[in-house]
């Protein structure tokens, strides 16, 4: 019998596929480094990072029935996710990510979510048919949700009776993906975790600081936010509850992508295991600085 998982993690399943370089690199840049493919993608990681630390998470997504797929899927199995409610695509090629890291950060990405958005609603059939949930029993316990799903599809959950009882972690896959989540603003069980230019997209304006991009998204209507702001100080605050801020941890940065979805996940953790306010924004910000700093697989 499949488990009753901890949270769920709806969005992205995919290969990512890192170049990574020691130095700056400019446009057009040919430099040595290093190319690594390891399972990825927003759902996943933060998948990857819930199972590090105890718990059982289930992925909503689309994986397609090509080789590509069964590997990812079999990898999947291999570290304990709960893969039973994944929609395989017939027709469809597995997702792929592709981004270069030089020494100063991301240099470019391109996100191939072909197979996660034409699946569309069907990756969220467990939630209605009885396997997790339905409209009149909906799903009460935490959901992670990220920005690669469509936005016509983040509109519908915004509203859905699904996604009434949940405890929504929401987080864009990219800025430029981020005004997807507009309509997650007004769903009062929702916790944003964006960086400061993702949070200054979703309010139409530019912040200064982490602090003031969270007064921002509150004021917009969100419930909570957290917003990070690279090695400068990050925030969160709550609806009537005010705003806090902490430094991250100075480390050495050795890689980049991930790092967002590591800080969202060991902050979930933490708030599971009873953490207050301040104590799960350290331990978040902790984790996200031995991602960061960590050896490179």
């Known amino acids: 019998m499949t488990p009753t998982p901890d949270?769920?993690?709806i969005g992205a399943v995919l290969w990512d596929?890192?170049?990574?370089?020691?130095?700056?690199?400019?446009?057009?840049?040919?430099?040595p480094g290093r190319i690594s493919r390891l399972p990825g993608g927003v759902a996943m990681n933060i998948a990857m990072t819930l199972r590090r630390?105890?718990?059982?998470?289930?992925?909503?997504?689309?994986?397609?029935?090509?080789?590509?797929?069964?590997?990812?899927?079999?990898?999947?199995?291999?570290?304990?996710?709960?893969?039973?409610?994944?929609?395989?695509?017939?027709?469809?090629?597995?997702?792929?990510?592709?981004a270069i890291e030089g020494a100063e950060g991301m240099v470019a990405a391109v996100a191939d979510a072909r197979a996660l958005e034409a699946a569309g609603a069907r990756i969220l059939a467990p939630l209605a048919d009885g396997r997790l949930g339905s409209a009149a029993r909906p799903w009460a316990g935490m959901i992670a949700v990220?920005?690669?799903?469509?936005?016509?599809?983040?509109?519908?959950?915004?509203?859905?009776?699904?996604?009434?009882?949940?405890?929504?972690?929401?987080?864009?896959a990219s800025p430029g993906k981020a005004d997807r989540l507009v309509p997650l603003l007004a769903h009062p069980g929702a916790t944003l975790y964006v960086n400061l230019q993702e949070a200054g997209i979703l309010c139409g304006r530019v912040f200064d600081g982490a602090e003031a991009a969270v007064e921002g998204l509150l004021a917009q209507g969100a419930a909570r936010a957290l917003v990070t702001d690279g090695p400068r100080p990050c925030a969160m605050g709550a609806r009537g509850q005010g705003v806090i801020s902490a430094t991250p941890p100075a480390v050495r940065v050795r890689r980049f992508t991930g790092a967002g979805d590591t800080f969202m996940a060991a902050?979930?953790?933490?708030?599971?295991?009873?953490?207050?306010?301040?104590?799960?924004?350290?331990?978040?910000?902790?984790?996200?600085?031995?991602?960061?700093s960590g050896e490179i697989p």
């Open 146 to 172: 990220d920005g690669n799903l469509t936005a016509m599809m983040l509109a519908d959950m915004a509203g859905s009776p699904l996604f009434a009882a949940a405890d929504l972690r929401v987080a864009p």
């Open 7 to 9: 949270i769920l993690c």
């Open 267 to 292: 902050h979930i953790v933490a708030e599971r295991h009873g953490a207050d306010a301040r104590a799960a924004l350290d331990a978040a910000l902790r984790a996200a600085a031995d991602y960061i």
């Open 17 to 31: 596929i890192i170049g990574r370089a020691p130095v700056a690199m400019p446009f057009g840049a040919d430099v």
């Open 53 to 98: 630390f105890g718990l059982r998470p289930a992925l909503l997504s689309a994986i397609g029935r090509d080789a590509e797929g069964q590997e990812l899927l079999t990898a999947c199995t291999g570290m304990g996710l709960i893969t039973d409610f994944i929609h395989r695509s017939d027709d469809l090629p597995t997702d792929r990510y592709l």
